[in-house]
């Protein structure tokens, strides 16, 4: 009966991550995904505390509250700006997880362990330990203590390719010699190495990329696991959480015109001295200033906007702001939408986050694909600290290292307001031809602040 209860829950649970996953495919519907896919994790747990090899609860019991504790924490206290350092370091709790129960089954059965068995667990430690460090740096590099751009050295790639053969052939061995306490030990020390090697040399721009690989990388491992240890829901819920990962990663990859091994091997993104360079590339083109005011009373009688999120607006935590601007042009009869490009920000969908905690309606979020049609008749396009993802050099200039990346076409629309701190480039390290364009009127300051500014203005227009 106890069985039975299990993997029924299980098949339950099952369900619910693939109704949840399911439900995240859109914003009027991703509310109720998470619902889902919580009603499943929690069924997954019941099932997993009824096994018969449970034979104490206290210290799990006690994790469940310490982690309870640490996870309310960081969700009340953690701004809607740090959700991409909050993703990453949740896969390598995950992948900690996944690996520290290779460990112990491995330390517990060693030469015992069937061929599958032992190829499972040999499966998960490669992956799940590269997921650890390679979260942990990406983790660094969106929270500033490691450098966003890219660290490189002499035979870098090489050395990274070498060490990760080094380690699938540790792997082999394991297979081959369920026994070698040793081999086990080094595909560990390998991998975690690899994960640390693996993402230094990626830039900024690739975040977004990286975080869905390394979801993949997670899912795998807790897949893995699963089979290690005869567990259905690992199974299901790591194979839909490394397949999800991976076309994920397939379709933003697609989104910068850029190919797996181009992200993980080209170091794309502003080397350090590369300031002066892209500076010296604006020539003789000048740009065009405009003041809150001139901005306001443009926008109180333009009829359509189309604003253009991008990471500065994270940064400066607008999302807020922005929808308030929003109403203002709305109530003066004004139509706005908002255009959202696949890559922008840190992490996939997290321009789309902030505006949905700003409450800004489902039905006026668009995609890439369905809003850039809609630029040439705009009035105003309001791009709130966007750089390398509307920038036409990407269309335009065969030169430029992101050229063929899909754009917003931002350069169609009659007017163009930016919002930006200063001149300094995004992460690609270009100038953006879009900044020098003739309909360009650039507004410089903290987001926040201007827009704060801007619908005072329009109230007095």
């Not at 590339?281 to 009829?303: K, V």
Request: hydrophobic residues 50%; charged residues 15%.
């Amino acid at each position: 009966m106890r069985d039975y209860f299990i993997q029924g829950t299980y098949f339950a649970a099952s369900v619910l991550f693939i109704l949840g996953l399911r439900g995240l495919n859109s914003p009027a519907t991703a509310r109720r995904g998470l619902v889902y896919a919580e009603i499943g994790m929690l069924l997954a747990i019941v099932g997993t505390l009824v096994h018969r090899e449970i034979i104490q609860f206290e210290w799990i019991i006690g994790a469940m509250v310490l982690g309870s504790i640490i996870g309310v924490l960081m969700s009340v206290l953690m701004p809607m700006t740090a959700v991409p350092q909050r993703t990453a370091i949740s896969h390598m709790f995950g992948a900690i997880a996944a690996v520290l129960v290779g460990i112990i089954e491995y330390r517990l059965h060693g030469a015992e362990l069937s061929t599958f068995t032992v190829g499972a667990l040999g499966f998960e430690i490669l992956f799940g330990a590269i997921t650890i460090t390679g979260s942990f740096m990406a983790f660094g590099k969106l929270q500033g203590f490691i450098p966003s751009p890219p660290i490189t050295y002499r035979f870098q790639n090489p050395s990274n390719i070498l060490l990760f053969t080094v380690a699938v052939g540790l792997f082999l061995y394991l297979i081959y010699n369920p026994g070698a306490t040793s081999a086990f030990n080094l595909l560990l020390a390998a991998s975690l190495l690899a994960g640390v090697l693996i993402v230094l040399p990626i830039g900024g721009a690739d975040m977004p990329v990286v975080l869905s690989l390394l979801n993949s990388y997670a899912g795998l491992a807790a897949a893995a696991t699963g089979l290690a240890i005869s567990n259905n829901v690992l199974i299901i819920a790591g194979a839909l959480d490394g397949t999800s990962g991976f076309v994920l990663s397939i379709l933003m990859s697609k989104a910068m015109n850029r190919s797996f091994t181009n992200v993980l091997f080209g170091a794309f993104g502003q080397q350090e001295g590369d300031a002066a360079l892209v500076g010296s590339t604006a020539g003789d083109r000048s740009i065009r200033s405009t003041t809150l005011e001139d901005a306001a009373i443009q926008l109180a009688y333009t009829r359509y906007v189309i604003i253009v999120p991008g990471y500065g607006m994270a940064v400066s935590q607008a999302q807020h702001q922005v929808r308030e601007l929003a109403d203002a042009i709305e109530k003066r009869g004004g139509e706005v939408r908002y255009a959202i490009h696949p890559v922008a920000g840190r992490m996939p969908g997290h321009m789309n986050v902030l505006l949905a905690e700003a409450n800004v309606p489902y039905d006026k979020i668009y995609d890439m694909e369905a809003i850039n049609e809609e630029f040439s008749h705009a009035d105003v396009a309001l791009v709130i600290g966007a750089n390398d993802v509307v920038n036409p050099a990407a269309k335009l200039d065969r030169n430029s290292p992101i050229y063929g990346m899909p754009i917003l076409r931002v350069d169609e629309a009659r007017n163009i307001f930016v919002l930006k701190r200063g001149m300094n480039p995004g992460f690609a390290g270009i100038e953006n031809d879009l900044f020098y364009d003739s309909k360009t009127s650039m507004l410089f300051g903290d987001a926040k602040s201007s827009l704060n500014k801007l619908v005072a203005a329009m109230k007095d227009v």
